[in-house]
């Protein structure tokens, strides 16, 4: 059962790595875009009020919603957005996975884009840690094209509920993450469908696939982490670990202090830090297509909006992940279990090696390729969206064609 509103078309380093920066960083963004007393009206306008503008944080539910619906305005694809209820917990469950102190429905935000093609293949969107299947707005439109596609924010994150996060390891914190989304499958009446994750995102689909292999029918998994554990470690890493600094960053990370803590901390600056982050990173160190002020504004301020309410999902870091973004239970352990076909996606300057990639692929039983984009780093989606876009068409080949064997491999695109 879902709450679903319908809206129409729109004319409208260190280690710990670049992802988790770009919590820290997104710390700022919205100056431009969101102010601590501002809320949008259903007219459009902006009307000020006394709690909003006594609030520390300049942000709620409200305003991530109004703030997802003004980045859709860039599409031009309709689609409808759902809160797809999944229930409080499995029947019976006292596990911690959906659940804060009481026992009410947790709700999926979901973004679906339907195709008018009725065999058009379903693709679903998982985004990665500190962000939200709003990163995903230069590709609904290229993608819509030929897919039926189903974005999600994950639980505790974006516009989906963030129940207390009471995991205490990293297997509970797993199963937070998987069986809410299986419990959002059968929510939806999906049967099967290509599960596409980034990042974060790509651990959590790359484990689902792991114990649901027979609703997966391809897994693209782009800039995945999970793939390094700690034996991986570059020497420099070693050495750095073992400083005073090193230490004290890695106690912070062990007690859970997350970036998104920085946001909420700076109160009404913080939409300020997450402007020049959002410059930086897809501005002036971009590599591809770079954002326009438009995008740049819009993108800003829903950055802000997903970073500074309330912590939920963000507190699995240190369970998935030690000091350096290595991960516990690395994905690489479990390639000679996978069962599903898989494609790699990784732009040229993404920090996150492909190479774990092809570690893995000498284990796997199932057909395997790993495809780098150029001018892309690692939102490579967002840096540059055509190359992306080519990459995954390639990997659906057999879904969107009726002779995939005569697909050539996409000109300016890399077989690793």
Not at 91 to 106: L, M, N, T, V
Not at 143 to 164: E, K, T
Not at 206 to 211: E, G, P, V
Not at 251 to 267: A, D
Request: charged share 20%; net charge positive.
């Amino acid at each position: 059962m879902s709450i679903i509103r319908r809206l129409g078309r729109s004319p409208v380093k260190f280690v710990m790595a670049e992802e988790l920066r770009t919590a820290a960083a997104a710390t700022a963004t919205a100056t431009a875009a969101a102010t601590p007393a501002e809320t949008t009206t259903s007219a459009g306008g902006k009307k000020w009020t006394w709690p909003s503008l006594l609030r520390w944080i300049p942000t709620s539910t409200d305003h991530i919603i109004a703030s997802e619906k003004r980045l859709l305005s860039l599409v031009k694809t309709p689609y409808v957005v759902e809160q797809v209820n999944i229930g409080s917990g499995p029947p019976g469950s006292k596990i911690r996975w959906f659940r804060s102190a009481s026992d009410e429905p947790r709700f999926i935000n979901t973004v679906t884009f339907d195709n008018k093609d009725e065999n058009a293949p379903t693709m679903v969107m998982v985004h990665g840690y500190a962000a939200s299947q709003g990163f995903f707005f230069r590709n609904f439109d290229a993608l819509a094209r030929r897919f039926r596609v189903i974005a999600i924010d994950q639980l505790g994150w974006g516009g989906s509920s963030r129940p207390d996060f009471t995991c205490k390891s990293t297997e509970e914190t797993e199963a937070w993450f998987i069986d809410s989304l299986e419990a959002w499958r059968k929510a939806k009446n999906l049967s099967s469908f290509i599960l596409l994750g980034h990042s974060f995102g790509g651990y959590v689909a790359a484990k689902y696939a792991l114990k649901h292999p027979e609703h997966v029918q391809h897994l693209i998994l782009v800039g995945s982490a999970g793939f390094s554990a700690e034996t991986d470690m570059s020497e420099r890493l070693t050495q750095f670990r073992s400083t005073w600094k090193g230490a004290v960053l890695n106690h912070l990370w062990e007690s859970n202090f997350t970036p998104q803590k920085i946001v909420r901390g700076l109160g009404p600056w913080g939409p300020n830090l997450v402007h020049k982050y959002t410059s930086a990173r897809f501005g002036s160190y971009a590599t591809g297509q770079l954002l326009d002020e438009e995008e740049s504004k819009l993108l800003t301020d829903y950055i802000y909006h997903t970073l500074a309410a309330k912590g939920s999902g963000e507190l699995c870091l240190k369970y998935i992940f030690s000091f350096g973004a290595f991960a516990r239970k690395p994905l690489l352990h479990s390639a000679s279990e996978w069962k599903v076909p898989t494609t790699f996606i990784y732009g040229y300057q993404d920090w996150m090696s492909y190479q774990g990639a092809q570690e893995a692929r000498k284990n796997m039983k199932v057909p395997c390729e790993i495809i780098r984009v150029p001018e892309g780093g690692h939102f490579v989606f967002i840096d540059n969206p055509s190359g992306f876009h080519s990459a995954v068409f390639h990997a659906c080949r057999r879904f969107l064609s009726s002779d995939p064997d005569s697909e050539s491999f996409p000109e300016g695109l890399t077989s690793a």
